[in-house]
């Protein structure tokens, strides 16, 4: 049984910096594709950024050179830095997994993905 347990969220000011954490139990997580959703309040849940078995990483545009996605493979564990915060970034963050291994491409629809986390809050005020 997949699990993904995300931490990190919180409420920072426009300007700052969080670091959000995945781990990953029950796969062998560095033969995934792995990525982060994020869903507001009266949105549909966006495409942030994903990394897949090869560490290639992809990002949302709006995102782009501020938020940094990473992988650990020894401790099982997904980061993603960001940096330069905005209070359009407020939003519940989702880590997700692919379902297929060795997939190298990084999709960025939600319904490519089989398994999501609960969510982390993140909050950025202006």
């Known amino acids: 049984q997949v699990q993904l347990v995300e931490s990190g969220g919180g409420l920072v000011q426009a300007g700052g910096s969080l670091r959000l954490s995945c781990a990953a139990s029950?796969?062998?997580?560095?033969?995934?594709?792995m990525g982060w959703f994020r869903q507001a309040p009266g949105k549909e849940r966006e495409f942030v950024a994903g990394?897949?078995?090869?560490?290639?990483?992809y990002y949302a545009d709006s995102v782009k050179g501020r938020f940094t996605i990473s992988r650990d493979n020894a401790k099982n564990t997904l980061y993603l830095q960001m940096n330069s915060l905005k209070p359009e970034d407020t939003a519940v963050y989702y880590c997700?997994?692919?379902?297929?291994?060795?997939?190298?491409?990084?999709?960025?629809?939600?319904?490519?993905?089989?398994?999501w986390g609960q969510g982390t809050q993140v909050t950025v005020s202006s």
């Open positions: 997700t997994m692919r379902t297929q291994e060795y997939s190298g491409t990084i999709y960025t629809r939600p319904d490519e993905y089989g398994y």
């Open positions: 029950g796969r062998t997580f560095s033969s995934y594709v």
């Open positions: 990394i897949n078995w090869n560490a290639w990483t």
